[in-house]
């Protein structure tokens, strides 16, 4: 009898409920390129302490460049030197990155420095099962105001604490930061260490103007759409409850 008052709505939830359903895949996140052939990244400010990592201090700067885009994956030549002219390891070599599966000439590879372009706050970084954007904010970079997406990553063990901060321009998805604190619970007390680096030159900026309007995460968008449906069916039912 109660169920029966209310078949109208329920009809009406059952097809929203359906809906939903059926527009999670317009929210999903879609996994694409944002950089294009011959745009580099150029990091500097190479700054390291602690054991391990004061040869951080002797770079002078390291140059990564696209020369080749194929669907989801990327061709980044890397070339660098130290700040006595000689070649930084690694120089002349490219390596594939694939923004969709997080992978580095085929190998699952975590922290890399580039991902998809456009993630917002809570959207999965390749590989699956690992990372989530923690954070989209607008920061300034050479000058000019760019729309970031922030990843922050906490280790810890019985032996060390460490905090990685990566910061991705959103649009192209190219890292234009990264910094790392580690403490490790030696004795008789704590030893810090450090390093961090930052992009000196790009000319990704001008071709990918920063968004001016907020974008909300794919999640974010699909509670707002629940919460809505939801809001509506309980306006109609007290509505139709009330005049009976």
Do not use: C, H
Not at 93 to 98: E, F, G, K, L, R
Not at 150 to 168: E, G, K, M, W
Not at 210 to 220: G, K, N, R
């Amino acid at each position: 009898m109660i169920l029966s008052k209310f078949k109208p709505q329920l009809s009406i939830l059952l097809a929203m409920v359906i809906l939903a359903t059926l527009a999670l895949p317009v929210f999903a996140v879609e996994y694409n390129t944002g950089v294009k052939v011959s745009q580099y990244v150029k990091y500097g400010n190479f700054a390291g302490s602690g054991t391990g990592l004061e040869s951080f201090n002797d770079y002078n700067w390291l140059k990564l460049e696209a020369t080749s885009i194929s669907g989801k994956e990327v061709t980044l030549l890397s070339t660098g030197e130290y700040k006595n002219g000689t070649a930084l390891p690694g120089n002349g070599m490219t390596s594939v990155w694939n923004v969709e599966t997080g992978a580095d000439n085929g190998v699952p590879n975590t922290q890399g420095p580039i991902i998809a372009a456009n993630l917002n706050q809570g959207d999965s970084i390749p590989p699956p099962g690992t990372y989530v954007v923690n954070q989209t904010e607008s920061r300034t970079y050479l000058g000019v105001s760019r729309s970031v997406s922030i990843l922050i990553v906490t280790v810890s063990s019985p032996d060390y604490n460490s905090t990685l901060t990566y910061i991705y321009d959103k649009l192209s998805g190219m890292l234009l930061e990264s910094s790392t604190l580690t403490t490790t619970q030696a004795q008789p007390q704590p030893v810090t260490s450090t390093y961090s680096y930052s992009i000196i030159e790009t000319n990704i900026f001008g071709s990918n103007p920063s968004p001016t309007v907020p974008e909300f995460s794919s999640q974010i968008l699909l509670v707002i759409a629940v919460a809505i449906v939801i809001s509506l069916i309980a306006t109609i039912a007290f509505s139709k409850k009330a005049k009976s």
